[in-house]
């Protein structure tokens, strides 16, 4: 055998070593968002279960002019900050993109609570998401969905 064709096959065996580590590295990842998103949901699932411990963290209003949440309201925003961090799962995942995505965003929008829930606590969000590329990707979609349906609500609703 020629020295350039054992060159060329320990290359192409480096290529594909290389090849297998990220796809490990980025399943790894992808396990870990998997783990820390299920305990998320677990926890928002065992406040929306317990009102009375749910109260315990109710923010407090940042703007005067709002007025502070019951335990009732803040179930309800709760129950929103599940359905959007499933969905923010599914697009760091890979499964929600594009159109597809947007779509998704759009129909979470149109529900009332999730509104309530972005225009509380969407500033929130955005500065978790900070850095993060995704995230970011994902908030400016969610963002671009609660901008549009505020257009589409009556100026007093």
């Known amino acids: 055998m020629k020295t350039s064709h054992a060159v060329l096959g320990l290359v192409a065996v480096g290529a594909i070593g290389a090849v297998q580590i990220a796809q490990r590295e980025r399943h790894h990842r992808q396990c870990l968002d998997i783990a820390v998103a299920r305990i998320h949901q677990d926890y928002l699932t065992h406040l929306t279960s317990n009102p009375h411990l749910a109260a315990l963290w109710i923010p407090e209003a940042l703007d005067p002019e709002e007025e502070d949440l019951t335990p009732e309201q803040y179930v309800e925003l709760l129950t929103a900050n599940q359905q959007i961090a499933a969905l923010g799962l599914r697009h760091r995942l890979g499964i929600a993109r594009g159109q597809r995505l947007s779509y998704m965003a759009e ?37 671009a969905a609660y901008r549009s349906r505020q257009k589409d609500q009556p100026a007093d609703a």
Do not use: I, T
């Not at 929008?109 to 969000?125: D, N, Q, T, V």
């Open 107 to 143: 129909y979470l929008m149109g529900r009332e609570h999730c509104r309530k829930y972005w225009a509380r606590f969407g500033s929130f969000r955005e500065q978790e998401a900070s850095g993060d590329k995704p995230g970011e990707d994902f908030h400016e979609v969610m963002n």
